[in-house]
């Protein structure tokens, strides 16, 4: 139901644009990333009407936005350092839009994001 692609090996400063592609609308929509060893980390979500969030580290390198006609989330990520090295999630749900892994029952299997120094 959610089939994520875009990941890659890149160096520090470099660009990379994730895509996930969803078989039902979802008025929230978020992309999360986990490292081995550590819990999920939400990284930003995007509602119905286009609001953003993101969480610190990526803020102003990071943007998140969706084509619902397409049903197609996207992350463009810029200036990648190599503590953004992870498997990058999507994931969608209907009501609230919260970066918390709890609110989210639907996941694809993950693209690996390497960004080497």
């Known amino acids: 139901r959610l089939k994520e692609s875009g990941g890659g090996s890149v160096q520090a400063g470099g660009s990379l644009k994730l895509s996930c592609t969803v078989s039902?609308?979802?008025?929230?929509m978020a992309w999360f990333r986990q490292v081995p060893g550590e819990e999920r980390e939400g990284v930003a979500t995007?509602?119905?009407?286009?609001?953003?969030t993101y969480t610190d580290s990526v803020k102003g390198r990071f943007t998140i936005s969706r084509d619902d006609a397409k049903l197609t989330l996207y992350l463009q990520m810029n200036n990648l350092k190599p503590e953004d090295t992870a498997m990058y999630y999507c994931?969608?749900?209907?009501?609230?839009?919260?970066?918390?892994?709890?609110?989210?029952?639907?996941w694809g299997l993950g693209t690996q994001v390497t960004v080497s120094s």
């Open positions: 994931t969608a749900k209907a009501g609230v839009c919260r970066s918390e892994e709890s609110d989210f029952r639907s």
């Open positions: 039902v609308y979802r008025n929230c």
């Open positions: 995007i509602n119905y009407e286009s609001i953003t």
